[in-house]
């Protein structure tokens, strides 16, 4: 069965960069593209961009164009999405999903001083 | 962007009452929406793609309306377990693809 599991909850403090990691399985990994979504407390969900496991190719929300690099390893199956000059703002849960139908767990990602 | 509004933002209904979501895009989107449920530190589920076909599994009562800019989803009678957040989200421009701001079904 398809599965997407992701890394562990991280604690960031502002400016510092983070790397979230999405490891996929049951399926043929360089067939789909990967998406990533956020969600920040008590709010609604966020497109961050979608990257194809079959050539790298990318796109990413203009807001967070020039911070995030959303990359795959297709050895290990694994996409992986990094956000640097982190914020306040960036606080929530990262999940990683294949064609929005096959999700992970979510990673809470929390940038405090 | 394409943006995507919901309406209303919340709502409590009780068991058994039939329950209307509606979503508009900024654009034309044709039926490219799909709809998905939402609950408390869960992943969003899929319940409706396409605007009007239901993702295999779920339960007949959900159905999705709708073309071009207005949509509706629609729960024929609540169950104890629809009760969270519903959102809308538009697949025309894919990859790049936005949602609703959601709507919350509470217990009345």
């Known amino acids: 069965q398809v599965q997407l599991v992701q890394s562990g909850a991280e604690v960031k403090k502002p400016g510092a960069s983070v790397k979230v990691s999405c490891k996929a399985s049951?399926?043929?990994?360089?067939?789909?593209?990967v998406t990533w979504v956020r969600q920040a407390p008590g709010q609604g969900l966020e497109w961050m961009g979608w990257?194809?496991?079959?050539?790298?190719?990318?796109n990413y929300a203009q807001n967070l164009q020039g911070r995030v690099t959303m990359t795959t390893d297709t050895s290990t199956s694994t996409a992986y999405m990094e956000l640097r000059s982190l914020r306040s703002d960036d606080t929530a849960v990262y999940y990683c999903?294949?064609?929005?139908?096959?999700w992970g767990q979510g990673t809470l990602v929390t940038v405090s001083s | 962007d394409i943006q995507m509004t919901q309406s209303p933002s919340s709502l409590s209904a009780s068991v058994g009452d039939r329950v209307t979501i509606t979503c508009r895009a900024s654009?034309?989107?044709?039926?490219?929406l799909n709809w998905y449920q939402q609950k408390p530190g869960k992943a969003p589920k899929l319940l409706i793609y396409?605007?009007?076909s239901l993702q295999s599994g779920v339960p007949s009562r959900f159905s999705g309306s709708g073309s071009g800019t207005d949509f509706t989803l629609t729960i024929s009678s609540l169950q104890p377990e629809d009760f969270a957040t519903y959102y809308c989200?538009?697949?025309?421009?894919?990859?790049?693809?936005?949602f609703g701001q959601g709507t919350k079904v509470e217990i009345k």
């Open positions: 654009q034309s989107i044709s039926t490219y």
């Open positions: 999903a294949r064609d929005l139908i096959f």
């Open positions: 396409g605007a009007s």
């Open positions: 989200q538009q697949s025309y421009s894919t990859p790049s693809w936005t």
């Open positions: 049951g399926y043929t990994f360089t067939s789909y593209g």
């Open positions: 990257i194809s496991a079959y050539n790298g190719n990318t």
